[in-house]
């Protein structure tokens, strides 16, 4: 009975507060009284936002809200339906399509947004990039997820690259997958080959080394960290460059004379 009470009177004074005291109440207040806050004749647009930052609102309220097209017009509303905790998924789904760039990203990386609500802010991403400026993708590029770093990679801008090759989230396996990429423009792989995180790993050397299209200014400072074996690789191949499979065959015929002087390989 007490609590019965004490939870019709939370009601009752959400129901019959002031908008000052809505605006002050209801982004920490319990269920009970967000349920009255609601039916109060003076919550407005003012009162949603501070709302939709409770994370005691259930459901059925944040559906409530939705249900207002006024409400819902606004941005800033949409997002934050999109990633309170109790929005209903339906909603979440639907709403997902309508939030900028910035906050997909957001979204794509919440752990705590449902894994649907998680591809489909990936995938709207997705869809979203190549229409986005030069400023833009150097900026997304600096934060994607797993997702979204295999699409930035093919990008031509060398700008967008070197951000890409400082994100934390970035890996190896991507980097190499970069350097490989047959149509890969020699400004991008001389950012790879000269970028202090990724020029001292091994597997990225030797795509670059193979690549037709890295600078030989690249390439040449890498063949003395390889292989005999990798060195005649790169001196037989066909595409890479003249002057880079000269010195690798000068570098090899040095090792196998140091070979045949000392019996080790300097």
Known sequence: MISDTKSNG?????????????????????????????????FGEEHVLPVLSNPSLPSSLIQKIAAHKQWLSRYEIQRDIVVHRNSPLALKLNLVHFLRWKDL???????FSPPPVKKKAETVLKSKVEEMALGE??????????????????????????????????????????????????PVLAAVGSHPRWRDRHAVRISLLRHPRTPPGVSLRFLEWISPGELAEIASSAVVPRLVRATARQLLQSRRAAVDRNGVVS
Not at 16 to 39: D, H, P, T
Not at 142 to 152: E, K, N, Q, T, V
Not at 161 to 183: F, K, Q, W, Y
């Open 105 to 111: 990203v957001k979204v794509a990386e919440d752990p």
């Open 10 to 42: 939370e009601f009752q004074a959400g129901k019959a507060a002031g908008a000052a005291e809505l605006r002050f109440r209801i982004a920490a207040a319990g269920v009970r009284y967000l349920e009255g806050a609601l039916q109060n004749p003076l």
């Open 137 to 186: 993708r150097i900026a997304l590029a600096r934060l994607a997820g797993p997702g979204i770093i295999s699409l930035l990679r093919g990008d031509a801008h060398q700008e967008v690259i070197t951000a890409l090759l400082g994100n934390p989230r970035l890996v190896e396996d991507e980097v190499v997958a970069l350097c490989s990429e047959e149509r890969a423009p020699a």
